[in-house]
């Protein structure tokens, strides 16, 4: 028989009711998963869900077991792409305990993009207490093997069943979990951007900067012609002078110059990335200025060719930080695929990898314990 458990309360005064699921998957299935995760393919046995409505708030705060929802054919999401979602991880330490890295800050662009799309704003305190809900009762789905994680998908959509055009009184909040293997699982390898010169990923006023399904929709029909030119990413310009680089796909962007500066695309039209805030953190600490700030494709290729622009790297949460060994368009190419990783792309990817790991000491409070 399944029995359902009252929580303790969050800071906002909202309690988690837990119904364990009857179906868990047995261990040896659940470290053959483990063994081989990939990304995105397997998820774990509970999910969070939580209610709001316009009269009555965010309640019904529950940990259940994984399974599909139940949508109305007329849910305004399905009509009128009102969602927005976050990503995060769960790292195993050597000691056994698994931690997160800046749920705050995850939880805090979650509600800047609720704004955006005229959704209601999770508090962070529920925001960070759903995942510490849902890694409590599937701690075993966290992976152990070295460069792995409990990937954290917490996702906001509209399910009021009402065709009309205005934010919906109607809102489900929902956090569900899936392992990840190394992202790199041969070793670090420099990636090859495309740059996509006839789409846009967003304009001024638009909602770049909000992480939201619409974006990624946008990115996918350049991303697939990304592959066919036969690289792994593709690149966006800015949509009203096709000029100025903005962002990947998924992923911020940084240059390294030979004097030292670091330059990234300033913020406005694109993501607030929480791994692209925390390189610019430990940047300066190092000691480089670090300039947000427009940046042209001609000046990436001046710069690679006169040797001022020595290094070129991508971050992001399920990467960390990538280097980019070659810009492709379809008349010029900036850098070559087979370049060799920057010294400081690669050492920040250490020190990065090294808090959220547990293997180096944390100073800035990032790391928040969940298990």
């Given amino acids: 028989m399944t029995t359902t458990t009252p929580a303790a309360p969050t800071p906002f005064g909202l309690e988690f009711d837990t119904t364990p699921s009857p179906a868990r998957r047995a261990d040896a299935e659940r470290e053959a998963i483990l063994a081989d995760p990939g990304f995105g393919k397997h998820f774990t046995d509970h999910m969070v869900s939580i209610a709001w409505s316009e009269d009555a708030g965010w309640h019904d705060a529950v940990v259940k077991p994984y399974g599909p929802l139940t949508l109305d054919p007329a849910a305004a999401v399905l009509h009128y792409a009102q969602e927005i979602f976050e990503g995060l991880k769960a790292y195993r330490w050597a000691d056994g305990s698994v931690w997160t890295f800046r749920p705050e800050a995850n939880a805090e662009r979650m509600q800047r993009s609720a704004r955006r799309l005229a959704l209601p704003q999770l508090p962070e305190s529920v925001f960070v207490e759903s995942i510490r809900q849902l890694v409590a009762i599937d701690e075993a789905w966290v992976p152990s093997a070295p460069e792995t994680s409990l990937y954290l998908r917490p996702f ?17 909040f929902h956090v569900i979990a899936s392992p990840a293997g190394a992202y790199f699982s041969g070793g670090i390898r420099p990636v090859s ?3 996509s010169e006839d789409y846009s990923r967003a304009g001024r006023g638009g909602m770049g900067a909000a992480k939201t399904g619409g974006n990624y929709a946008a990115s996918l029909l350049p991303q697939a012609e990304a592959y066919e030119q036969g690289c792994q990413q593709v690149l966006f310009l800015d949509s009203e002078e096709r000029t100025y680089v903005e962002e990947l796909g998924g992923m911020n962007v940084f240059f390294l110059y030979r004097d030292g500066r670091v330059v990234t695309p300033a913020l406005g039209t694109i993501l607030e990335g929480i791994t692209r805030s925390s390189v610019i953190r430990l940047a300066q600490e190092r000691g480089h200025v670090v300039e947000e700030r427009r940046f042209t494709v001609a000046e990436w290729r001046e710069g690679v060719e ?3 622009i020595v290094e070129a790297f991508a971050c992001g949460t399920a990467a960390v930080i990538t280097p980019i060994g070659r810009l492709k368009t379809r008349d010029f190419e900036i850098g070559a695929p087979d370049a060799e990783p920057g010294a400081l792309t690669m050492s920040l990817r250490e020190e990065l990898t090294g808090i959220q790991y547990g293997r180096l000491p944390d100073h800035h409070g990032w790391m928040t314990r969940l298990a």
Avoid: N
Avoid at 156 to 172: K, N, Q
């Fill in 156 to 172: 906001m959509i509209a399910s009021e069943a009402f065709l009309g055009v205005r934010p919906a009184h109607g809102v489900d």
């Fill in 193 to 195: 951007i495309w740059l």
């Fill in 306 to 308: 006169s040797g001022d």
